[in-house]
């Protein structure tokens, strides 16, 4: 994980060949950055649009290194392959390291933290309890 600043504004076509794997939930520049940035052969997973829909970039990473973008589709997925997903989670992931990361709230709570994690004060994963 790095800061999200060092990916948050524009950037160059291709950047300094950094990792061979990217994960990103953001989208817009982050995205463009992340591809810039995989080494030759790289793959780059999009699974969210928290950044924006746009896809500021160049065909650079694609064609002069052989970056796969992969796009990550978790709403119109059919049932059978998200059970696979899950099954897979439920065997793979420990959850004492989710619950470490894992704050929960109450819903009066929400506006106060929701600016926090927009200013980047917010690390981990919050939940909203909605009832009492």
Same mark, same amino acid.
Not at 84 to 92: S, Y
């Given at each position: 994980m790095i800061d999200r600043a060092e990916l948050a504004?524009? #950037?160059k076509a291709l950047g300094k060949e950094?990792? @061979?794997g990217v994960v990103d939930a953001v989208g817009?520049? &982050?995205l463009a950055? @992340?591809?810039a940035g995989t080494r030759y052969g790289g793959a780059v997973a999009a699974c969210g649009l928290a950044g924006g829909m746009d896809f500021p970039a160049t065909v650079a990473p694609f064609i002069l290194r052989g970056? &796969?973008?992969y #796009?990550?589709?978790s709403v119109m997925a059919p049932l059978p392959l998200r059970q696979?997903?899950? &099954?897979?989670? @439920?065997?793979?992931l420990d959850p004492g390291v989710l619950e470490a990361f894992t704050q929960e709230i109450s819903l009066d709570r929400a506006p106060l933290v929701a600016a926090e994690l927009l200013a980047g004060q917010v690390r981990g994963r919050v939940v909203v309890r909605v009832t009492a």
């Open positions: 504004a524009p #950037g950094r990792w @061979a817009s520049h &982050t950055n @992340a591809c970056v &796969t973008l #796009g990550i589709d696979q997903a899950w &099954t897979r989670l @439920a065997k793979d």
